[in-house]
Each structure stands twice: as C-alpha cells, then as structure tokens.
C-alpha cells in the first residue's frame, strides 16, 4: 500500500535528522509489495556530496538485484527529486516515483536545488562552475576503442 | 598541466574499456597540482546504476579530502557530464570542470542521455517515470523536525 511505504520512508527521515547523519531526507525502494532497499540523506556525515536518500537507496537496491535497473519497482522519497537524484533515477528506470514535500518545501528550509536548474539554459563558459571542452579528439580513442569492443554491455 | 591530467583521464578511459569494468568514461579530481581521486565507469561491472566516472572521482575526493565539497579542485572528465553528474558535480563544487568527448560523441556510441533532458519540460504525469505527489502534509513533518535541530549542517 503506497501510503504505509510513504509513512515509513517519513519516519526514516525524522530519525535521520534525530540521529545527526544528515539532512530530513529519505527514500525506500519496493518491488512486489516489499521493501527492498532503503536510504537517508548522509551527505555531511559521510562526506559524500552524492549520498542524497535516493541515490542511496537505489545502489542499495541494484546491489540487492544484482541488476543495474530498478524495473518493476517503485521508489518512495519523502522529497521530490533534486536534478543529480532526478538523473540517476532515469538511468536506474524504477516504474513510478512518489515523493511527499516539494522542492519549493525543500527551498524554504534551506536546500534549494533552483541554482542547478537556473544553470542549464546559460552558456558553458557563462556557469558559475564552468565546462571547458579539452582534447575531444584524443578522448574520442576511448569511443573507438568500445566500438571496437565485441562484448559490449549497454544501459 | 592541464592538457596532462586530460591525457591521464583519456589513458584509464581506454583501460576501463579493456578491463570489461565499464563504458569509456574516466574522470580525475586535481587540487593545488596534483591528481587526489580518480574513477572510471562501472556501472556494470558494480551493478551501480551511478557509478557513472564523476561521481565515483567526486566520491573519492571528497572522502580524501574529509570533506562534502570541493572547492580549490577541478574535475577532468574524459565526456561532457550527464544531468545525474552535472547535478552531483553542483551539489559538490569544484571551480572548474574539463571535459573531452562531448554528449554528441557519446551519444553516436549509444550513450545518449538527451532522453533525460527531453523529459524536464513534461508535466510529471506524462513523463516515462512519473513523479506522483503523496502525503506531503506528514512529509512536512521531517522538514519542521530539521528547523528544530540546533546544530544543522548546510550543504
């Protein structure tokens, strides 16, 4: 029942701010009914910039398949998507997604994911960290050289 | 250098290739001069749908550096990041990014997230993994649970 794994997701985020590990952010993974992996947002206490409650939960749960993708399950996170956790949700491919507070919500506490998307539209060079292009010609030996791979594995 | 740590990148991205761990994607994390962290893709080799070459090197130097941000540090990526890297390379911040390939380049090799950006201007219902709002009355709670906190770390 969607609702209960929303409410367990909700109470795994109020312990993870009670404990200290890190923001009030946490998310579940479920397939068939049951809860197959589970995540908090552990940024500051791991010192991991990537360890947003979804992203930890969807390692979790692709180690727990022993699959690289989530087909068939649905993620549960107390918040809606920042952009890094949105991307990593295209590439794990869960069914559905069900968030509870918004990113407006998000904002109004202190972590507002806006500047990301603010970032998209301007110029490479204009971002407040810029992306400089360097050696595609040399780097375009490592496309060759996976062309040339026979067993290749896609995702 | 930076030409140098480029070449460097390009060097494991081939090697990744050639070792069956991932797809032809390598990054390297340098401050003050020298390389600190460097990853390459293993999304498959790991079932880790975001061992994606950024965030593997951002992992690893912010744990070499103890801490969840990179500030003073550039990020060389053999391809033009993905939205899950751009947004983990945000979340991260490093002054800089240098990257080889572009998202062309990869895509003509079948690695093509395009299908992640033409998904953001979709209402949430419509997209191929739809974000579904739910309980976010009692998701709230977690969020005043933080405002509470005394000793809250921002990131």
Chains 1, 2 share one sequence.
Not at 27 to 43: E, F, M, P, R, T
Not at 105 to 123: E, M, W
């Amino acid at each position: 029942m969607s609702a209960d794994f929303m409410r367990q997701a909700i109470a795994l985020s109020i312990e993870n701010v009670r404990s200290g590990r890190g923001g009030p952010f946490a998310a579940l993974v479920v397939k068939d009914g049951a809860v197959i992996a589970s995540g908090a947002n552990q940024v500051t206490s791991l010192n991991d910039p990537t360890a947003h409650a979804e992203i930890v939960a969807i390692r979790q749960a692709c180690r727990a398949l022993g699959h690289f993708q989530l087909t068939g399950c649905d993620l549960y996170t107390t918040c809606e998507p920042c952009p890094m956790c949105l991307g990593a949700i295209y590439w794990a491919r869960p069914d559905r997604v069900f968030y509870g507070n918004t990113k407006a919500d998000a904002a109004a506490i202190g972590f507002d994911d806006s500047f990301i998307y603010d970032q998209l539209p301007l110029s490479q060079d204009r971002r407040k960290i810029p992306l400089v292009p360097l050696l595609r010609e040399e780097a375009l030996e490592a496309f060759r050289e996976w062309e040339r791979k026979e067993d290749k594995i896609r995702y």
